[in-house]
Protein backbone atom coordinates (compact mmCIF):
# COMPACT_ATOMS: atom_id res chain seq x y z
CA UNK A 1 0.00 0.00 0.00
CA UNK A 2 3.06 2.42 0.80
CA UNK A 3 4.32 1.73 -2.89
CA UNK A 4 1.81 2.32 -4.06
CA UNK A 5 0.93 5.41 -2.45
CA UNK A 6 4.48 7.06 -3.73
CA UNK A 7 3.78 5.97 -7.11
CA UNK A 8 0.41 8.03 -6.90
CA UNK A 9 2.21 10.98 -5.38
CA UNK A 10 5.25 10.49 -8.35
CA UNK A 11 2.91 10.99 -10.60
CA UNK A 12 0.62 13.60 -9.15
CA UNK A 13 3.93 15.90 -9.06
CA UNK A 14 4.64 14.96 -12.35
CA UNK A 15 1.58 16.02 -13.84
CA UNK A 16 1.52 18.73 -11.42
CA UNK A 17 5.48 20.13 -12.44
CA UNK A 18 5.81 18.94 -16.03
CA UNK A 19 4.18 21.53 -18.05
CA UNK A 20 6.87 24.07 -15.81
CA UNK A 21 9.60 21.97 -16.80
CA UNK A 22 8.66 22.12 -20.53
CA UNK A 23 8.42 25.91 -19.94
CA UNK A 24 11.70 26.00 -18.21
CA UNK A 25 13.57 23.83 -20.98
CA UNK A 26 11.72 26.56 -23.69
CA UNK A 27 13.04 29.37 -21.89
CA UNK A 28 16.61 28.18 -22.51
CA UNK A 29 15.80 27.15 -26.35
CA UNK A 30 17.83 29.08 -29.46
CA UNK A 31 14.69 28.15 -31.31
CA UNK A 32 11.34 29.42 -31.38
CA UNK A 33 9.74 25.70 -31.86
CA UNK A 34 9.37 24.50 -28.22
CA UNK A 35 9.09 20.79 -29.73
CA UNK A 36 13.00 20.86 -31.11
CA UNK A 37 16.12 21.60 -28.62
CA UNK A 38 18.36 23.62 -30.97
CA UNK A 39 21.07 25.08 -28.27
CA UNK A 40 20.91 26.75 -24.92
CA UNK A 41 21.01 30.11 -24.55
CA UNK A 42 20.32 33.20 -22.30
CA UNK A 43 19.01 35.29 -24.35
CA UNK A 44 15.44 35.02 -23.73
CA UNK A 45 16.33 36.47 -20.19
CA UNK A 46 17.66 39.17 -21.53
CA UNK A 47 15.13 40.25 -23.94
CA UNK A 48 12.97 40.08 -21.17
CA UNK A 49 14.76 42.96 -19.37
CA UNK A 50 15.65 45.04 -22.81
CA UNK A 51 11.64 45.30 -23.81
CA UNK A 52 10.55 48.77 -21.36
CA UNK A 53 7.00 47.61 -22.06
CA UNK A 54 6.98 44.91 -20.17
CA UNK A 55 9.17 45.90 -17.65
CA UNK A 56 6.51 48.97 -17.47
CA UNK A 57 3.72 46.10 -17.07
CA UNK A 58 5.77 43.90 -14.53
CA UNK A 59 6.14 47.19 -12.95
CA UNK A 60 2.50 47.73 -12.58
CA UNK A 61 1.51 44.30 -11.41
CA UNK A 62 4.23 44.43 -8.81
CA UNK A 63 2.35 47.89 -7.39
CA UNK A 64 -1.22 46.74 -7.77
CA UNK A 65 0.02 43.79 -5.48
CA UNK A 66 2.12 45.52 -3.18
CA UNK A 67 -0.20 47.99 -2.66
CA UNK A 68 -3.30 45.70 -2.41
CA UNK A 69 -1.99 43.30 0.32
CA UNK A 70 -1.25 45.41 2.21
CA UNK A 71 -4.31 47.17 2.90
CA UNK A 72 -5.80 44.04 2.65
CA UNK A 73 -3.62 42.94 4.87
CA UNK A 74 -4.72 45.78 7.78
CA UNK A 75 -8.31 45.40 7.09
CA UNK A 76 -8.29 41.64 7.17
CA UNK A 77 -6.19 41.78 10.36
CA UNK A 78 -8.52 43.42 12.34
CA UNK A 79 -11.43 42.42 10.38
CA UNK A 80 -10.30 38.77 12.36
CA UNK A 81 -9.89 40.12 15.31
CA UNK A 82 -13.14 42.02 15.19
CA UNK A 83 -14.72 38.21 14.12
CA UNK A 84 -12.98 36.23 17.04
CA UNK A 85 -14.49 38.33 19.28
CA UNK A 86 -18.02 37.55 18.29
CA UNK A 87 -20.04 35.02 19.46
CA UNK A 88 -19.73 31.51 18.23
CA UNK A 89 -22.25 31.10 16.71
CA UNK A 90 -22.08 34.75 14.32
CA UNK A 91 -18.58 33.82 14.19
CA UNK A 92 -19.52 31.05 12.45
CA UNK A 93 -22.00 32.13 10.18
CA UNK A 94 -19.53 35.55 9.36
CA UNK A 95 -16.73 33.21 8.34
CA UNK A 96 -19.20 31.05 6.31
CA UNK A 97 -19.67 34.53 4.64
CA UNK A 98 -16.28 35.49 4.57
CA UNK A 99 -15.16 32.24 2.62
CA UNK A 100 -17.47 32.69 -0.52
CA UNK A 101 -15.79 35.00 -2.60
CA UNK A 102 -12.88 32.15 -1.93
CA UNK A 103 -15.38 30.12 -3.71
CA UNK A 104 -16.96 32.04 -5.98
CA UNK A 105 -15.87 31.72 -9.87
CA UNK A 106 -13.63 34.20 -10.37
CA UNK A 107 -15.59 35.45 -13.67
CA UNK A 108 -18.68 36.16 -11.64
CA UNK A 109 -16.42 38.12 -8.81
CA UNK A 110 -14.66 40.33 -11.95
CA UNK A 111 -18.36 40.68 -13.74
CA UNK A 112 -20.08 41.85 -10.90
CA UNK A 113 -16.82 44.35 -10.04
CA UNK A 114 -16.88 45.48 -13.18
CA UNK A 115 -20.56 46.72 -13.60
CA UNK A 116 -20.64 48.11 -9.95
CA UNK A 117 -17.49 50.29 -11.12
CA UNK A 118 -19.18 51.22 -13.91
CA UNK A 119 -22.73 51.91 -12.08
CA UNK A 120 -20.95 54.20 -9.77
CA UNK A 121 -18.73 55.99 -12.51
CA UNK A 122 -20.92 56.93 -14.50
CA UNK A 123 -24.03 57.46 -12.89
CA UNK A 124 -23.13 58.79 -9.39
CA UNK A 125 -19.88 60.47 -10.09
CA UNK A 126 -20.46 61.35 -13.60
CA UNK A 127 -16.70 59.91 -15.28
CA UNK A 128 -16.00 59.38 -18.45
CA UNK A 129 -14.09 56.50 -17.95
CA UNK A 130 -15.64 54.28 -14.59
CA UNK A 131 -12.32 51.57 -14.62
CA UNK A 132 -9.29 53.26 -13.83
CA UNK A 133 -6.11 52.30 -11.63
CA UNK A 134 -8.32 52.39 -8.40
CA UNK A 135 -10.69 50.38 -9.24
CA UNK A 136 -8.41 47.51 -10.50
CA UNK A 137 -7.03 48.43 -6.95
CA UNK A 138 -10.01 48.08 -5.19
CA UNK A 139 -11.00 44.53 -6.50
CA UNK A 140 -7.73 43.33 -5.40
CA UNK A 141 -7.76 44.54 -2.15
CA UNK A 142 -11.89 42.62 -2.09
CA UNK A 143 -10.57 39.14 -3.26
CA UNK A 144 -7.32 39.44 -1.07
CA UNK A 145 -9.41 40.10 2.45
CA UNK A 146 -10.31 36.18 3.06
CA UNK A 147 -7.25 35.16 2.47
CA UNK A 148 -5.73 37.30 4.94
CA UNK A 149 -8.55 36.79 7.11
CA UNK A 150 -7.95 32.60 6.73
CA UNK A 151 -4.80 33.02 7.66
CA UNK A 152 -4.92 35.29 10.92
CA UNK A 153 -7.95 33.60 12.56
CA UNK A 154 -6.01 30.09 13.18
CA UNK A 155 -3.42 31.87 14.97
CA UNK A 156 -6.20 33.90 17.10
CA UNK A 157 -7.49 30.46 18.24
CA UNK A 158 -3.96 29.47 19.14
CA UNK A 159 -3.36 31.99 21.45
CA UNK A 160 -3.31 31.60 24.58
CA UNK A 161 -6.54 34.56 25.54
CA UNK A 162 -4.45 34.66 29.64
CA UNK A 163 -1.64 36.75 28.05
CA UNK A 164 -3.71 39.81 26.90
CA UNK A 165 -5.21 39.54 30.72
CA UNK A 166 -2.52 38.98 32.31
CA UNK A 167 -0.78 42.51 29.87
CA UNK A 168 -4.08 44.64 31.20
CA UNK A 169 -3.38 43.29 34.35
CA UNK A 170 0.30 44.71 34.73
CA UNK A 171 -1.01 48.24 33.37
CA UNK A 172 -1.40 47.90 29.97
CA UNK A 173 -4.86 49.39 28.38
CA UNK A 174 -6.48 46.91 25.76
CA UNK A 175 -5.13 48.89 22.72
CA UNK A 176 -1.48 48.46 24.44
CA UNK A 177 -2.42 44.99 24.87
CA UNK A 178 -3.25 44.09 21.37
CA UNK A 179 -0.12 45.76 19.99
CA UNK A 180 2.58 44.52 22.45
CA UNK A 181 0.98 40.90 23.00
CA UNK A 182 -1.83 39.81 20.43
CA UNK A 183 -0.31 41.48 16.95
CA UNK A 184 3.13 39.67 18.21
CA UNK A 185 1.37 36.14 18.73
CA UNK A 186 -0.31 36.10 15.56
CA UNK A 187 2.32 37.87 13.31
CA UNK A 188 3.13 34.85 11.44
CA UNK A 189 -0.31 34.35 10.72
CA UNK A 190 -0.53 38.07 9.33
CA UNK A 191 2.76 37.80 7.28
CA UNK A 192 1.62 33.88 5.85
CA UNK A 193 -1.79 36.17 4.49
CA UNK A 194 0.38 39.21 2.98
CA UNK A 195 1.67 36.80 0.95
CA UNK A 196 -0.66 35.10 0.51
CA UNK A 197 -2.73 38.15 -0.42
CA UNK A 198 0.67 38.93 -2.35
CA UNK A 199 0.87 35.99 -4.81
CA UNK A 200 -2.64 36.21 -5.51
CA UNK A 201 -2.93 39.81 -6.51
CA UNK A 202 0.58 39.24 -8.81
CA UNK A 203 -1.13 36.21 -11.11
CA UNK A 204 -4.73 37.33 -11.54
CA UNK A 205 -5.85 37.81 -14.47
CA UNK A 206 -9.65 37.03 -14.60
CA UNK A 207 -10.96 39.38 -12.36
CA UNK A 208 -8.08 42.12 -13.28
CA UNK A 209 -9.75 41.77 -17.21
CA UNK A 210 -12.95 42.65 -16.08
CA UNK A 211 -11.63 45.56 -13.98
CA UNK A 212 -8.98 47.08 -15.29
CA UNK A 213 -8.56 50.88 -17.79
CA UNK A 214 -6.80 52.07 -20.72
CA UNK A 215 -4.81 54.11 -18.66
CA UNK A 216 -3.38 51.11 -16.60
CA UNK A 217 -2.32 47.95 -17.16
CA UNK A 218 -0.98 44.69 -15.29
CA UNK A 219 1.38 42.14 -16.80
CA UNK A 220 -0.98 39.31 -16.91
CA UNK A 221 -4.06 41.19 -18.54
CA UNK A 222 -1.10 42.34 -21.31
CA UNK A 223 0.10 38.53 -21.85
CA UNK A 224 -3.81 37.44 -22.92
CA UNK A 225 -2.87 39.97 -25.70
CA UNK A 226 -0.12 37.66 -26.57
CA UNK A 227 -1.76 34.63 -26.67
CA UNK A 228 -4.05 35.87 -29.66
CA UNK A 229 -0.74 35.25 -31.49
CA UNK A 230 2.26 32.98 -31.63
CA UNK A 231 3.73 33.74 -27.79
CA UNK A 232 7.68 35.00 -28.27
CA UNK A 233 9.82 33.08 -26.62
CA UNK A 234 10.68 35.98 -24.24
CA UNK A 235 7.58 35.23 -22.81
CA UNK A 236 8.57 31.63 -21.78
CA UNK A 237 11.70 33.47 -19.65
CA UNK A 238 8.70 36.16 -17.71
CA UNK A 239 6.64 33.39 -16.57
CA UNK A 240 9.70 31.13 -15.36
CA UNK A 241 10.96 34.21 -13.04
CA UNK A 242 7.06 34.98 -11.76
CA UNK A 243 6.96 31.21 -11.52
CA UNK A 244 9.99 31.31 -8.96
CA UNK A 245 9.24 34.67 -7.41
CA UNK A 246 5.99 33.04 -6.17
CA UNK A 247 7.60 29.89 -5.34
CA UNK A 248 10.26 31.62 -3.42
CA UNK A 249 7.38 33.68 -1.27
CA UNK A 250 5.64 30.05 -0.94
CA UNK A 251 8.52 28.68 0.62
CA UNK A 252 9.47 31.66 2.69
CA UNK A 253 5.57 31.38 4.01
CA UNK A 254 5.89 27.61 4.87
CA UNK A 255 9.51 28.50 6.89
CA UNK A 256 7.48 30.93 8.99
CA UNK A 257 4.98 28.63 10.03
CA UNK A 258 7.37 25.58 10.61
CA UNK A 259 9.51 28.43 12.95
CA UNK A 260 6.23 29.22 14.66
CA UNK A 261 5.43 25.93 15.62
CA UNK A 262 8.69 25.07 16.75
CA UNK A 263 8.75 28.05 18.72
CA UNK A 264 5.26 26.97 19.97
CA UNK A 265 6.74 23.84 21.25
CA UNK A 266 9.37 25.23 23.19
CA UNK A 267 6.89 27.53 25.12
CA UNK A 268 4.68 24.28 26.04
CA UNK A 269 7.53 22.67 27.02
CA UNK A 270 8.86 25.11 29.58
Known amino acids: MKKFNRV ?9 YAPMLVLLIASFNVGKDITEFEGFTLMRYVEVFQDRSMLTMLGNSILVSVLASAIATVFGTFSAVGIYNLKPRMRKAVMSLTNIPMTNPDIVTGISLSLLFVFVGSKLLGQKESLTFWTLLIAHITFNLPYVILNVMPKLQQ ?5 TDAAMDLGCTPLQSFFKVTLYEIMPGIISGAIMAFTMSLDDFVISYFV ?8 PVEIYNYTKKQLEPKLYAMFIMMFLLILVLMIVMNLLQVRQDKQKKRREGR
Open 159 to 163: MNPAL
Open 212 to 219: TGLDFITL
Open 8 to 16: VTVLIFLFL
